[in-house]
Each structure stands twice: as structure tokens, then as C-alpha cells.
């Protein structure tokens, strides 16, 4: 199984805080790099956050609209990803995209690296 799956997703004040998770099997999990991204209703789809492999030294790059609200992490023995989202925005509203990479493992904002995508999970922030 090569797509992402992602969950975590609902409804969350402002404020609030939400984990996603996305899991991958079916590939060496760990080689590669797993983004991010998020598109709201009307808008294009943009990267959030980033990161790269062990190998790569696990570095990570934020939007900087989330950077210190979001926490990107991952746990390869899980085959595992996650997105820390804290003190929401409404602004934060928008169906949220895992990516794995299919050129290992750097991070990168560049979708067209990314050859497996989720099916989506929808945050959505409001009062």
C-alpha cells in the first residue's frame, strides 16, 4: 500500500489544537522524505510542513504562516507521520494532504517531488 492514509481531521475552535497522522505501508518508509499540505475551499493547494528522512537528519521546513503552531514529526516503526496543530485559526481551515516522497528523502516543498498523496482529511477551526 503505497497511498498515505490520513486521519485526525474534525472540528476544532480557535485556539484549539489537533493531531493528523498519516500512515503508509507497502515501502521503506523510513527512506523517505513526508510533507504536509493543505487546500481550502477555493484556494490552491500549499505546502504546511516538512520532513526529511533520518538519514537526511530529520530536518523539517515550515509555512511560515504555521511555523510555531505546527510540529511536524514522524515515527518510522509506526510507518507513521504526524502534524501537531496548535492555537488554530480559522485561516488553518482546509482539507490536509499526506505526501511521501518518491525521490528519497530530502524535504522539500515541491509537490511534484511528492509520488503518493492521501486521500485528504478535512480541519475545519471555527466558533
Known amino acids: 500500500q503505497l497511498q498515505p492514509v490520513e486521519s485526525g481531521g474534525g472540528l476544532v475552535q480557535p485556539g484549539g489544537s489537533l493531531t493528523l497522522s498519516c500512515t503508509t505501508s507497502?515501502?521503506?518508509?523510513?527512506?523517505?522524505?513526508v510533507a504536509w499540505f493543505r487546500q481550502a475551499p477555493g484556494k490552491e493547494r500549499e505546502a504546511v510542513a516538512c520532513?526529511?528522512?533520518?538519514?537526511?537528519?530529520?530536518?523539517?521546513n515550515y509555512l511560515d504562516s504555521v511555523n510555531g503552531r505546527f510540529t511536524i514529526s514522524r515515527d518510522d516503526a509506526k510507518n507513521t507521520a504526524y502534524l501537531q496543530m496548535n492555537r488554530l485559526k480559522p485561516e488553518d481551515t482546509a482539507d490536509y494532504y499526506c505526501a511521501t516522497d518518491g525521490a528519497p528523502g530530502e524535504c522539500t516543498f515541491l509537490s511534484e517531488e511528492y509520488d503518493h498523496w492521501g486521500q485528504g482529511t478535512l480541519v475545519t477551526v471555527s466558533s
Open positions: 520532513i526529511s528522512s533520518n538519514t537526511n537528519s530529520l530536518a523539517t
Open positions: 507497502g515501502y521503506a518508509f523510513n527512506f523517505y522524505a
